[in-house]
C-alpha cells in the first residue's frame, strides 16, 4: 500500500474475542498505519493510543462523526457489538464509504449462519425451516437478520465488499463466562447434547482479517466460511477446559430452555437483542443446526487453525478460573 492511507478499524474497544484490537495490534506490527473508531476516550483508548493507533472518538449512528472517521482511509473493517441497531450502523458506514468514492475493500465481519441461513432456505414453509436448522428454530434472531440485511447492504451498495462469516468465537460468553461458576466445581454446564462443534479463535479470524486488508485484490466481493479445525463432542470440550484450568472436568449436559433461562435471562435481562442471539444459537447448536467444517481458514492462512484448547488457555477469563 504505497500511500500508507490509515486503514479504519471499528469495535477496536470490544471485547468478545478481542479481533479489531489484535487486528490493531497486527498491523501496526506490519507498518500500517490505523485509526481506531471507539465510542468513548477511555482506558481501552488510551491503549489503543500507547500501542500506536490514531483515535476517532465517535457515534456509529451519526453520519457526521462516520464520515469524518472514514476521511482519508480506504480501507475498512466493520466490526460492532450485538445490537438493534447493528444495521444502520453498516448502512451508515456503506454510504459514507460511497460517497468518499476511493474505497479499496471494506471488511465486514459477519457469522457463519449466513452460509445456511440463506434467503431460499428462510422463505422456505415453516416445518421446512425447523427441519433444516434441527428442529428447535424456525426463524433468525434480530441479530442474524441484521447480519443479513448488512450483507445485502453491501452488495446493493457497490462499495467492494469481502464478508468474513465466521463460526462462534471460543471466546464467545455461552463457552467463557456465562457458566463459568460450575467450572469452579470441575462441571462443564453446556445445552449441546451429543452434538459436535467447531468453535474458531478469535486471533485467527483477526489474522485473516489483516491478511485481506493489506492484500484485498484477490479476495473482493467474496464470502469466505470460517469454522475451527474440528467437529468435537462435548466430552471433548472438557478435555480442552480441564487442560486450560488444571484441574478435572466433566461435561453435564442440561436442557436448552433450562440452560437459557439460568444463565442467559438471568446475566442478560437487561440486554434482550444479545439474549435473544445466543438463546438462538444455543437452539441452533443443540439442534444440530451447525454442519460440518470448512477448509478456508486454512487455505487463506496457510497453517491450520489454533484449536478450542489453545484459545482457552489464551482466555483472560478462564485464566482467573484457572488461578482462583
Not at 436448522?133 to 450483507?151: C, K, N, T, Y
Request: a negative charge; aromatic letters at 8%.
Amino acid at each position: 500500500m504505497p500511500e500508507r492511507n490509515p486503514i479504519l478499524i471499528t469495535g477496536a474497544a470490544g471485547e468478545v474475542g478481542g479481533v479489531s484490537r489484535t487486528m490493531v495490534d497486527m498491523l501496526l506490527e506490519q507498518g500500517y498505519p490505523v485509526r481506531a473508531f471507539v465510542r468513548r476516550d477511555d482506558d481501552r483508548a488510551h491503549s489503543l493510543r500507547q500501542a500506536g493507533a490514531k483515535i476517532f472518538v465517535g457515534d456509529r449512528l451519526n453520519i457526521a462523526d462516520v464520515t469524518a472517521a472514514l476521511k482519508g482511509c480506504r480501507r475498512i473493517y466493520f466490526s460492532m457489538s450485538l445490537s438493534p441497531y447493528y444495521t444502520d450502523a453498516v448502512a451508515l458506514m456503506a454510504a459514507a464509504a460511497r460517497a468518499q468514492g476511493d474505497i479499496e475493500v471494506f471488511v465486514n465481519i459477519s457469522e457463519y449462519e449466513q452460509s445456511f441461513m440463506t434467503f431460499e432456505k428462510m422463505t422456505a414453509p415453516e416445518e421446512e425451516r425447523r427441519a433444516w436448522l434441527g428442529g428447535l428454530i424456525a426463524d433468525w434472531s434480530p441479530q442474524q437478520r441484521a447480519h443479513w440485511v448488512a450483507e445485502q447492504v453491501l452488495d446493493w451498495s457497490g462499495v467492494p465488499t469481502v464478508n468474513v462469516r465466521a463460526a462462534m468465537f471460543v471466546e464467545n460468553p455461552i463457552l467463557t463466562w456465562l457458566a463459568l461458576a460450575p467450572l469452579g466445581n470441575g462441571e462443564l454446564r453446556l445445552p449441546f447434547g451429543h452434538q459436535r462443534l467447531a468453535p474458531l479463535a478469535g486471533y485467527d479470524v483477526a489474522e485473516v482479517c489483516v491478511k485481506i486488508l493489506v492484500d484485498p485484490a484477490p479476495h473482493l466481493s467474496k464470502s469466505y466460511d470460517l469454522t475451527g479445525p474440528e467437529l468435537k463432542d462435548m466430552h471433548g470440550f472438557a478435555q480442552d477446559y480441564a487442560a486450560a484450568l488444571g484441574r478435572q472436568v466433566t461435561y453435564v449436559p442440561e436442557d436448552v430452555e433450562t440452560w437459557n433461562e439460568t444463565y442467559v435471562d438471568s446475566a442478560l435481562a437487561e440486554l434482550p437483542h444479545t439474549a435473544e442471539h445466543l438463546k438462538t444459537l444455543t437452539r441452533l447448536m443443540g439442534g444440530g443446526g451447525y454442519r460440518g467444517v470448512t477448509d478456508q481458514l486454512e487455505t487463506l492462512l496457510g497453517r491450520r487453525p489454533k484449536t478450542v484448547r489453545w484459545a482457552l488457555e489464551n482466555n483472560p477469563r478462564l485464566q482467573k478460573v484457572a488461578a482462583g
